[in-house]
């Protein structure tokens, strides 16, 4: 049974039937999926999803898939991990981390692109694209080969190869542009409209977009069906900290979530390219666009879509949008390395230390439920700690060297 | 002077399904103006009620962003290409998901395991390369 039911423009509220539309046709404004919450309400139990499989499709009524079957690469249904150390450190008793990177590309990525491609294949394109240099490239790339539809992968001209073969082993065809990721990205919104192609994050957006939301539902689930007191989330686009709340809205709507406070949605940038956290400071309503500065590339969005939403978000909710130098950024991956055992990219870096500066500010409780969505994984992007590292101590094969030099004393003959 | 305007979806049902449309004009409100007059409809869903292009609307001459040129006071030379594009994920300054800079020692040492696939895909690996131009 299909409980999505149409796209409203959330600009002007022209709707549309649930269809391969991207944007509103009177204003440019972009889509939003809404869902019949009332019959939702009546169907959807928190036991029936409990018997289902551990990934996101354990939530597929609130999906806009209807009845396609999905490609399923088993996305979603990571680990939320207690972080006692971290939170020792920081002052916090309930600290939990969602770590994204233990999804099949190591990206939450997953999430978006697993609807985006199911749909694909509902709407009969002919194939899969996108814009992307990193985790959507990876995550496009596999989902499209679970799929057997071909994927054109677009790239701006100079990326390193590794970056370019951890996409191309997946077989798609890689595009590279001479040109900027924008000139890359305007090239893939003038494609969309002449190809039957699936350009995930451009004409099929309102589908993609809601993969996110299945980060707030699997918290809650996870946390026995009680939202957290704050999320830290980072903002890109800020599609992903909108749909979270989406989520926990939806939670509520439907009656898995009592009443309860609102979840509180922080939101985590890079000060290199930090717009929506400059018009928060000022108190205003427009985000400036921003010329991004900054090692974490993944957050490098200096003119996100839904910057505006993602603001009115945060301060809706009694959030903040707070930012993290790129040097603490690499700090803050150290820290979440060594102290929970979880090696995150940078993007998971700007989280961790925004956590971090809000706990040392006073901004949680100790008692408080946080939970920090850490979106990807170190490999990603090892660059980043590149030359901060300790060494290898190096010795010949001997116990002698070893006590000498490693354990710091003379040997005891 | 005509030029060639590149229609976007969402707005060719007002151009009778056309993908592109001559008209003239030496400015880019002059040829928004001239659009308008041969299909009513274009304008208001491209500038707002004070004449400036919309938030969710990119425009582009040449492949150049208006908004790195002079705006809708742009010249349109004779033969020039304007593109409307709905402004999706990001925009001007926007480098887009993952991409680091040009790379300068982050490339894997000889005898990694990436060194070697990346062997494999070698000089006939499959990537393409092409100009951002959509002619």
């Not at chain 1, 972009?30 to 990934?55: C, F, M, N």
């Not at chain 1, 770590?99 to 009969?124: C, E, G, I, L, Y």
């Not at chain 1, 599609?239 to 009592?258: H, P, S, T």
């Not at chain 2, 049902?13 to 880019?28: C, M, P, S």
């Amino acid at each position: 049974m299909a409980f999505a039911q149409k796209l409203v423009c959330r600009e002007c509220g022209t709707e549309y039937p649930l269809g391969p539309h991207y944007v509103c046709e009177e204003c440019f404004g972009p889509l939003e999926v809404h869902y019949d919450y009332d019959k939702l309400r009546q169907t959807l139990g928190a036991s029936e999803i409990a018997r289902r499989p551990s990934t996101l499709w354990r939530y597929r009524e609130l999906l806009p898939v209807g009845d396609a079957p999905p490609v399923d690469m088993g996305a979603g249904f990571t680990p939320l991990v207690r972080a006692e150390n971290l939170g020792r450190r920081l002052g916090l008793r309930n600290l939990y981390l969602k770590n994204d990177a233990a999804n099949p590309t190591h990206s939450f990525k997953d999430r978006a692109v697993s609807v985006a491609v199911t749909m694909a294949r509902q709407f009969d394109f002919e194939a899969a694209a996108c814009p992307s240099t990193g985790n959507l490239a990876n995550s496009l790339a596999a989902h499209a080969a679970k799929a057997s539809i071909p994927a054109y992968i677009f790239i701006p001209r100079g990326l390193e190869r590794a970056k370019i073969l951890s996409t191309a082993v997946y077989g798609p065809t890689v595009v590279e542009v001479d040109g900027t990721y924008d000139d890359v990205n305007r090239l893939c919104t003038e494609l969309a409209d002449e190809f039957r192609w699936a350009f995930v994050n451009v004409n099929l957006r309102p589908y993609y977009s809601e993969g996110a939301k299945t980060l707030a539902f699997e918290v809650v689930e996870q946390l026995g069906w009680r939202a957290p007191d704050h999320v830290i989330v980072p903002i890109a686009s800020g599609n992903l900290l909108v749909k979270i709340d989406k989520g926990l809205d939806e939670l509520r709507r439907v009656g898995l979530l009592d009443g309860g406070p609102v979840t509180r949605v922080h939101g985590a940038q890079p000060a290199g390219c930090a717009p929506v956290a400059d018009a928060f400071r000022r108190g205003a309503d427009d985000v400036k666009p921003v010329r991004p500065d900054t090692i974490v590339k993944s957050l490098a969005i200096g003119n996100p879509a839904d910057g505006i939403y993602a603001l009115q978000t945060v301060r809706s909710t009694g959030g903040v949008v707070e930012t993290v130098t790129d040097e603490e950024v690499v700090e803050s991956i150290r820290l979440l390395a060594e102290t929970e055992g979880l090696f995150t990219e940078t993007a998971g870096g700007v989280t961790t230390g925004v956590l971090r500066r809000l706990a040392e500010a006073g901004a949680f409780r100790p008692d408080e439920t946080v939970v920090a969505y850490i979106t990807g994984m170190g490999l990603k992007t090892p660059e980043a700690v590149d030359g901060v590292l300790k060494a290898p101590v190096r010795i010949p094969a001997t116990v002698r060297a070893f006590e000498e030099k490693v354990l710091g004393r003379v040997a005891v003959s | 002077m005509p030029v060639k305007v590149r229609i976007p979806m969402p707005l060719r049902r007002l151009t009778g399904g056309n993908k592109i449309v001559e008209v003239d004009g030496a400015t880019l409100r002059d040829v928004i103006e001239n659009l308008e007059r041969k299909h009513p409809g274009v304008r208001e869903r491209v500038l707002d009620s004070d004449g400036q292009v919309l938030r969710f609307v990119n425009i582009f001459v040449n492949e150049q962003d208006i908004r790195t040129l002079a705006g809708l006071q742009t010249p349109v030379p004779e033969g020039a290409e304007v593109s409307i594009i709905p402004a999706l994920a990001g925009g001007i300054f926007s480098e887009g998901e993952g991409a680091f800079p040009p790379p300068s020692d982050t490339s894997p040492s000889p005898d990694s395991a990436a060194s070697i696939m990346l062997g494999m895909l070698g000089p006939g690996s499959p990537v393409l390369r092409m100009n951002a131009g959509h002619e």
